[in-house]
């Protein structure tokens, strides 16, 4: 069966850093594309970046997040990373990793309802 797993989701002091990791099982994340999504309490699930698969491997970023989180991966163990530094206690949410068709135009768009595959989403809070 087709599952991810996100984690490394936690408390955190304004300015600080944390690197969220999503691991897969029953399928590659080579063979797709794969994305980070949030959703803040009252507001609509909002695209955080994206990484294409092997035969691409670009990488995309919101604008209002650019700059301040890396997306990453390691094949060889199947999972995908989150890298967010200078965090502000409007990054409070929690967090998805999903995973969708490996075409070129999936990513750019950060669009949730493209993705095939959720995970459960691991919690971020930024204090103050």
């Known amino acids: 069966d087709v599952q991810l797993q996100a984690s490394g989701g936690g408390l955190v002091q304004a300015g600080g850093s944390l690197r969220l990791s999503c691991a897969a099982s029953?399928?590659?994340?080579?063979?797709?594309?794969t994305g980070w999504f949030r959703q803040a309490p009252g507001k609509e699930r909002e695209g955080i970046s994206c990484?294409?698969?092997?035969?691409?491997?670009?990488?995309y970023y919101s604008d209002s997040l650019k700059g301040r989180v890396t997306v990453s991966s390691d094949n060889a163990k199947n999972t995908v990373y989150l890298q967010m530094n200078s965090l502000e206690p409007e990054d409070t949410a929690v967090y998805y990793c999903?995973?969708?068709?490996?075409?070129?135009?999936?990513?750019?768009?950060?669009?949730?309802?493209?993705?095939?595959?959720w995970g459960k989403g691991t919690q971020v809070t930024v204090s103050s």
């Open positions: 029953g399928f590659t994340f080579g063979d797709y594309a």
């Open positions: 990484i294409t698969g092997r035969f691409d491997g670009s990488t």
């Open positions: 999903a995973a969708g068709p490996p075409y070129g135009s999936i990513c750019p768009t950060l669009n949730h309802h493209s993705m095939n595959y």
